[in-house]
């Protein structure tokens, strides 16, 4: 054996502990949102505190540098090589920053978030500002350090979409805004839209839907679970993968396309080759990847006329009309445009208008061309242009959202990136399976999801975000297939 | 400040961080037995791996002995002088261990509970014979560097009860193993011995009336929860200490003790100082003192006369006549006296009895006084001459613990030690608390909870095990008020 392989396997011995440790993190997170004791809140600060200080130093572990130095990546096969790239780029990352500004940053954020959440409940954006001016001032700090002389939010950036740069982004959406406002104004003024569910629909019989979905969309339950948490979300890699939804008895929809947003996720990290597990590539490559994962299942799966179809049988089984008479119709309400304030419950057409909205704003805070105490009038003003209707109060405005009161400044455009490449992956799809909508009506998703698995899903972080789209599809990932989608399926429902 | 209170300010914030990563495995543990994917075993025992890898090196960090070596213990109050004798006798009985020892235990012990599991399946002994024999000689090496020239087994025992030694505890026993017998003889020859409950018991009854007892027993629901488990247990200190339960539908008394059994562990835990919290004091201080809450919850108040008045109207509430006609009847069901094989189903009477053959037994495995190959006969022998009756198959009789197989020697005394404190704790608290059968019979726990408390939970690791009892009673604990508590309940239930 070289002394080069010693290092390798020294290394990924070591970045083994490493992912196990971060999985261990994972499921205290997991544990917080659905099942811990309200009283244990602070302790569990603590118990997350200590952890993180163990994955801080074991990130920064000068023998990483060292091991790095000492391998002759030439010996190596592809999937070394990968591996190399992610550890490479991690220990950059964390070395690059301070130990003290990484102290700093952990201790204003974690006390941002309750500030915040105060300021959204009182409407009172002033509470919210000087510390908001604080994490802008850090993460800026945070930025300069690690882009070593290149654009500061590209730096940013790069934590959650590896390759992709602001100006890139900002092109796209300035292509996409246009097509999007007039779509939007369109269908806001059609004659007839279809009308939303009504009734009431018992939790016990939603988790009961929820659960087929998940189970037809082919969720492993032997290597996760389904939960009820405040805000939905996914935890875990490997062989232990869990998603959560919500619950709200006036309005089934939510439930059921978040477990499915959720499936999305998790079917991803499921998906990933088994070989990968506790590696560098054993986690989803990149936000803007995962996002296509959640959404191509969410909507151009799950909102499909065809799956609806199948869904509306599994509703009716199980509430009677289900609120809406016949398939058509559920199809519509599920598909409904509406005019509103808040990001995570809007609609497809809207859905990218409030994401461009927050990637310019923060874009501008971070380069230092929009002031925090500017903020609020920029994003009512911009709200107005876009949606056509005026903010009334804070909270469905600049206070909706929790990512800057925590940092993660960088992460909102990963979310319409997701958006145009599960388009791009629908196009490719629907090329490949030409049985797809007849599948889907009979709530056989198993032919989608194994083209979404041994396309994107299995390869882990193998290749680079926009690669692995690449790929996929036979073509660069671009906005155009979203677009005509969007408009072939809105103008058909709404007949403009 | 001066450098002996650095040092000590340093070594306590050092100690902070190990007791959060220590509760932090004990979420995964929790997690593992009650809702972990089935799927996920292996990825767990590699996460638990990781974390237990990170708190092996804080453990035996030499810092520790840098600290220690700086400190003044004279410029100390007495909870810092509990603090550093805990830290010194964990530091010493960790750096003792040779890491190639820790490491060989860890990979016998991990392997050997699925051989132990595969035996007591088939029923064959001489499947798991030479892993145990495995497991003997790597204790026998620990117990050695442990010892430093002293007992083996003291060395064992002192990990689960500081201060107790096997001489002590085995003259003891010896003590109060010909009452027990004759006691068993005696009850067991009854003329009219109460029948056992009768009918199905649905589990969600079931579990409604196991939060009831927990409520009535101050258990702490906004720092717990209880949940099912093959096996009930109590996970956790400080802000988040959980329990669990079993449930079977044909004999709703296990769910029912089990649970109380467990809201002991749990009120100890609970009721720990908070200043105490992840600290070295914050923890119930021996095994034995916290099976003395867990069996005093479950016995001396639980199955009294008067609770069970109390708990017999809210069976009738729920499953109606409960399978026993008036709570006279229901009493002598919850104390029902009946022969078996099986330690963790065994009644007052016999309970004990179980223990004294495994400590025995174990002890001479230990001295090398007993062969693993002769273990099933000398097992066989005591166990007939001191239950009267023969084991059937080796599920029944040397296979049907655990606890050897992981490696757990010396720590089945600290249940009868439990017992014999709870008895000396249950003659003090009824001189204190005359008030306490009518409180029960009204399902008033409070009164017997807050003296509890207030004099051997609160103080968690800060006295000796014996001296937290010692304080508590006014008395050195010894076996009399325990058999005398039994002979005077159980002669007067079976008339004998």
């Known amino acids: ?79 070394g090589r990968a591996q190399l790239r992610h550890i490479r780029r991690s ?28 300021a959204r409940a009182a409407g009172d954006v002033a509470h ?49 805004r246009p097509r999007l406002v007039e779509l939007r104004e369109r269908v806001m003024g059609a004659a007839t839209p279809p009308a939303a569910l009504h009734g009431t629909f018992p939790a016990a019989g939603q988790m009961a839907v929820a659960h087929q979905i998940a189970t037809h969309f082919g969720y492993d339950w032997r290597h996760g679970r389904l939960d009820h948490s405040v805000h939905p979300f996914t935890s875990g890699s490997g062989a232990d993968v869990r998603i959560t939804t919500r619950v709200d008895e006036a309005e089934p929809l939510g439930c059921l396309y978040s477990t499915l947003h959720e499936v999305g996720h998790g079917a991803y990290e499921q998906g990933i080759a088994p070989d990968y597990a506790l590696s560098p590539l054993g986690n989803g490559v990149s936000m803007g990847v995962h996002e296509s994962q959640s959404r191509i299942y969410e909507n151009q799966l799950g909102r499909s006329r065809a799956f609806c179809g199948w869904l509306h049988g599994r509703m009716a089984d199980t509430f009677g009309d289900a609120g809406a008479v016949g398939a058509d119709a559920f199809y519509g309400a599920v598909n409904r445009v509406h005019a509103g304030y808040i990001r995570t419950e809007a609609d497809e057409v809207h859905y990218n208008l409030h994401i461009m909205l927050r990637f310019d704003l923060e874009r501008a805070l971070i380069a230092g ?38 940092g993660l400044f960088g992460y909102f455009p990963t979310y319409t990136l997701g958006n145009v490449y599960a388009g ?24 989608a999801t194994a083209w979404l698995r041994e ?26 297939p979203l677009l005509d989608y969007l408009d072939a399926k809105f103008g058909a429902l709404y007949g403009v």
């Not at 800026?140 to 654009?151: I, V, Y």
């Not at 791009?424 to 032919?447: I, K, M």
């Open 128 to 176: 919210f500002l000087p510390t908001l001016a604080e994490v802008v001032r850090l993460k800026r700090e945070e930025a300069a350090a690690l882009a070593q002389g290149g654009d500061l939010y590209d730096a940013l950036l790069d934590d959650y979409e590896p390759g992709a740069t602001a100006a890139g982004l900002g092109a796209m959406f300035d292509r996409m």
């Open 91 to 118: 220990y950059q990352r964390a070395t690059r920053l301070p130990d003290t500004l990484s102290a700093e940053l952990a201790r204003i954020t974690s006390r941002a978030q309750g500030i915040w959440a105060e």
């Open 1 to 79: 054996m070289s002394v080069s392989v010693t290092a390798y396997d020294d290394l990924m011995a070591f970045q083994r502990e490493t992912e196990a440790l971060a999985q261990v993190m994972g499921r205290l997170g997991w544990d917080q949102e659905t099942v811990m004791p309200r009283g244990a809140a602070q302790q569990r600060a603590e118990e997350m505190g200590a952890l993180e200080g163990v994955l801080h130093r074991r990130r920064t572990d000068p023998r990483i540098g060292d091991w790095l130095a000492g391998i002759d990546a030439g010996a190596l096969d592809d999937v």
């Open 369 to 406: 061309t929009l002031e925090v105490a500017d903020l609020e009038e920029a994003w009512n003003t911009r709200f107005a242009h876009d949606f056509g209707v005026a903010v009334d109060t804070p909270a469905h405005g600049v206070l909706q959202d929790v990512h800057w009161s925590v």
């Open 455 to 480: 396309n994107v899903q299995r390869h882990g972080g193998l290749y680079e975000p926009a690669e692995v789209i690449e790929r996929a599809c036979g073509f660069a990932p671009h906005e155009g």
């Open 424 to 447: 791009c992956l629908n196009l490719a799809l629907r090329a490949a399976v030409p049985t797809l909508d007849a599948d889907l009506a009979r709530g056989d998703a198993g032919p």
